[in-house]
C-alpha cells in the first residue's frame, strides 16, 4: 500500500500516521517496524532499499518519507526534465513487497508538483486542506466532545477566532482548558482568561472581519483587546503593521516570490503568515492602499486633537468595512 498524504491541515495528517503506526501488530515490535526517512536528503536508491525490507516477526512494516514532493515544489517545467534520479520511482514503487506501507507526507504542496504527479500513478492521494472557519468550528465541538469535555458555542467561536486552523495548538488548549475548567463548561471566560492566543492572534480578527463587511464582529474584537489592557493607539498600531506586510505580499506576488521567500523576508511564520497570505489572496493591492490611507488620516486626526484615540478606532474599523464595499 502507498499513500501520499499532503494540506496545510499537518495535525490531521500527523494523527492518520500516528493511527497507520498504532495498527501495526505486534505492538512491541512497532518500532523496529517502523522508518521514517528524510525526504529532503535521501535517494532513489536509499528509499527503494529500505522500503524493500521484509518486516521482522510481523505482517507489515511502515516506511514514512516526509518531505520529498515539497523538495521539488518551486518546479514549473515537466516532471520528467526536472525530477532527475526520481524520474522513475513509480516503476521502482510497484515492485515493493506487499507487506511494505509506504507513506509519503507532504505540506501545503501543489496539485502540479512534477513528484506528487508520479506518486499518485502508483498510489492513493488524499488532501487535507485548512478548515474554513465553520469547519473548524464543527472540529472544535467533535474534539471536545470525544474526549468528553463540553465547550459553549462562543469559546468555540473565540478559540477558533484567536488560534484559526492550528489544530495541534487548538487541541493543546482544549487540554489546558479542560483542566482549567475542572470538568464543568468551557465558557467564553475560560478561554480568554486561558489562552495567550487571544490577545495577541485577536487583531487578525478585527482586521479579517473588517474586510469582509463585519464591523460589529470586528469592533467586538476590538473591545476584547481593550478589555485585555490595549490601548486603542496600540490596537490601530496592530492594524497598521498588518495592513503593511498585505501591501508587501502583494508586492511579492507581483514578482512571483513564493511563500518561503514571503516568509523569510517578512520574519513571519506559522499561523501569522498564514493569515497574512489568506489576506493578501482575498484582496486587491488598491484596496489595502486605500485601508492604509484611512490609518494614516485618522492619525492625523487625533494628532489634531479632533478625534479621541478610541474613536479614531471605532471609526477605522467601520471605514475598513465600508471600503470593502466600494
Not at 19 to 29: C, G, I
Not at 284 to 311: C, N, P, Q, Y
Amino acid at each position: 500500500m502507498i499513500k501520499i498524504l499532503f494540506g496545510k491541515d499537518e495535525f490531521t495528517i500527523y494523527e492518520k500516521v500516528k493511527q497507520m503506526r498504532e495498527d501495526l501488530r505486534p505492538k512491541e515490535l512497532r518500532d523496529v517496524n517502523t522508518v521514517v526517512l528524510d525526504g529532503s536528503k535521501i535517494s532513489k536508491d536509499e528509499l527503494v532499499s529500505v522500503a524493500s525490507v521484509v518486516p521482522f516477526m510481523a505482517d507489515s512494516r511502515l516506511v514514512i518519507v516526509e518531505g520529498l514532493a515539497g523538495k521539488f515544489e518551486g518546479a514549473r517545467r515537466r516532471s520528467q526534465r526536472v525530477l532527475g534520479d526520481w524520474e522513475n520511482i513509480s516503476k521502482d514503487l510497484v515492485l515493493l513487497p506487499s507487506s511494505t506501507e509506504l507513506v509519503f507526507k507532504e505540506g501545503d504542496i501543489r496539485r502540479g508538483n512534477p513528484m506528487l504527479r508520479v506518486l499518485k500513478e502508483v498510489g492513493k492521494v488524499e488532501s487535507y486542506p485548512a478548515l474554513s472557519f465553520n469547519q473548524l468550528l464543527e472540529w472544535i465541538r467533535d474534539r471536545a466532545a470525544a474526549q468528553e469535555m463540553r465547550i459553549e458555542v462562543p469559546a468555540a467561536r473565540l478559540l477558533a477566532d484567536s488560534v484559526g486552523s492550528e489544530l495541534r495548538v487548538i487541541n493543546s488548549e482544549l487540554n489546558k482548558l479542560d483542566l482549567y475548567s475542572d470538568g464543568s463548561v468551557i465558557t467564553r471566560q475560560h478561554v480568554e482568561s486561558l489562552v495567550a492566543y487571544v490577545k495577541s492572534q485577536s487583531i487578525f480578527t478585527v482586521v479579517d472581519r473588517s474586510l469582509v463587511g463585519e464591523y460589529r464582529e470586528a469592533l467586538e474584537a476590538a473591545n476584547r483587546l481593550q478589555e485585555t489592557g490595549l490601548p486603542p493607539a496600540a490596537i490601530i498600531r496592530m492594524i497598521a503593521r498588518q495592513v503593511k506586510l498585505v501591501i508587501r505580499v502583494h508586492a511579492m506576488r507581483r514578482n512571483n516570490e513564493s511563500g518561503s521567500d514571503i516568509s523569510r523576508r517578512l520574519s513571519i511564520t506559522g499561523y501569522p503568515l498564514q493569515k497574512t497570505l489568506e489576506m493578501e489572496r482575498r484582496t486587491k493591492f488598491e484596496e489595502m492602499v486605500r485601508v492604509h490611507k484611512l490609518i494614516l488620516d485618522g492619525e492625523v486626526k487625533v494628532r489634531e486633537g479632533k478625534l479621541s484615540e478610541a474613536t479614531s478606532l471605532t471609526n477605522l474599523v467601520i471605514e475598513m468595512a465600508v471600503n470593502k464595499k466600494f
